[in-house]
């Protein structure tokens, strides 16, 4: 039996995360692709797969900036890192009182049920 002690000690566990993530990542590059190409519409395909290319990207820069707090979360405190990481759910949450067309309102219009 593992002890919880022992959990983070040694690169087992960080080489399991990277794996689980590598692996994740592979899927999502190819499945969502192939997904959006069957459903799109064909006047948007194109977009549609260019904005997924578009977030990846944008997913793998957030993910170099996460690792650059790290990096200079040797030297701030901890408290002014979680604060910064409210700083992108907050303008999430304000947009999300912007989008038109979610589901909840397709659920409601007329025009969707059937």
Do not use: H
Not at 100 to 113: A, G, Q
């Amino acid at each position: 039996m593992v002890e919880d002690e022992n959990i983070g000690e040694g690169p087992l566990a960080p080489d399991i995360g990277r794996l689980a993530t590598g692996y994740g990542m592979g899927v999502f590059s190819y499945v969502v692709p192939v997904f959006i190409a069957e459903i799109a519409p064909k006047d948007l395909r194109g977009l549609i797969t260019a904005a997924n290319q578009v977030a990846t990207m944008l997913m793998l820069m957030i993910t170099a900036a996460v690792s650059l707090a790290f990096v200079i979360g040797t030297s701030i405190t901890w408290r002014t890192l979680a604060l910064t990481g409210l700083v992108p759910c907050i303008v999430l949450v304000i947009r999300l009182f912007f989008i038109p067309e979610s589901p909840r309102w397709l659920v409601r219009s007329t025009c969707f049920r059937g």
